[in-house]
């Protein structure tokens, strides 16, 4: 059963940087999607970046440029840069996984994903 975790999350403020982490266990091989997703209270789960199983990576307009995802193949972990972070990036972030998913042009629906990690919060102050 494959298992996330995500890390990295924290309290920057205006125009910080963090890089989140998500650990990908469970899962014997090594070309995989994974996504990261962001909530707010009252608001639904919005995609934000994803890669995939051939390294190929979308990202929304909004974070484009600010964000990257990059994945370290061998210790099975996914990364999320986040730069220039603005007070509307504050929110929880989810990662999740993907095996169905090959090339991306876009975020993939939320179906597609099999497993899906507990969250870190990121916290941008003015």
């Known amino acids: 059963q494959v298992q996330l975790v995500e890390s990295g999350g924290g309290s920057v403020q205006a125009g910080g940087s963090l890089r989140l982490s998500c650990a990908v266990s469970?899962?014997?091989?090594?070309?995989?999607?994974v996504g990261w997703f962001r909530q707010t209270p009252g608001k639904e789960r919005e995609g934000v970046a994803a890669?995939?199983?051939?390294?190929?990576?979308f990202y929304i307009g909004s974070v484009r440029g600010r964000f990257s995802v990059s994945r370290d193949t061998a210790k099975y972990i996914v990364y999320l840069e986040m730069n220039n972070l603005q007070p509307e990036d504050t929110a929880m972030y989810f990662c999740?996984?993907?095996?169905?998913?090959?090339?991306?042009?876009?975020?993939?629906?939320?179906?597609?994903?099999?497993?899906w990690g507990q969250g870190t919060q990121v916290t941008v102050s003015s």
């Open positions: 469970g899962y014997r091989y090594r070309s995989y999607c």
């Open positions: 890669i995939g199983g051939d390294d190929s990576t």
């Open positions: 999740a996984f993907s095996d169905r998913v090959n090339n991306i042009l876009n975020i993939p629906p939320t179906s597609l994903f099999n497993a």
